[in-house]
């Protein structure tokens, strides 16, 4: 069975089952710092506590990704959200499934995402590891703890392609 998928733009409303748009567009910021700074409060729902575990931020050095893509795997997280806002202005792309034993592939989407906006996994979404369309980094916030918080599933009859431009 071979599957194409193309990605689509993104939004609040057809992310939301997946997590969160971390963005400022539709955020009422707080002045702080005299008036020398704003504060855009609460823009995701970090969720690690699952299991005691902790919050930490990294930096991933992502690679270019090239189109047509295939996708051999996908991977989800039960034990925490993840987090990834590009530290370049860029655009990135997602490809996602909803929560369960194992992605389903009839549910599978993908999307771009615009400059200046990042996005958080909520816990237990599968999806592929970060697809850059730069040699750049992105700051991750994650969970670090007890635990198996990584599952990985491998598509063994599936030929899955993504394609973008």
Sequence with gaps: MKIIINPKKINHKNFKKFGDLISTKKSKPININ??????????????????????????????????????????????????????????????????????????????????????????????FPLISKKKMNFLVIDRKGKGNNLVIHKFKKEKIVLRHG
């Excluded at 047509?68 to 990834?84: D, N, R, V, W, Y």
């Excluded at 990135?92 to 992605?103: D, I, S, T, Y």
């Design 34 to 127: 005299n008036g020398y700074a704003k504060r855009f409060d609460n823009l995701c729902k970090i969720n690690t506590s699952l299991k005691k575990g902790n919050v930490i931020v990294s930096i991933f050095s992502a690679k270019k990704r090239r189109f047509p893509m295939k996708i051999t795997m996908m991977e989800k997280h039960p034990l925490g959200s993840q987090a990834f806002i590009p530290m370049k202005e860029t655009t990135f792309l997602v490809f996602v499934a909803p929560k369960g034993l194992r992605p389903n592939i009839k549910k599978i989407e993908s999307f771009v995402v615009p400059k200046q906006t990042g996005i958080n996994y909520k816990p237990g979404i599968w999806h």
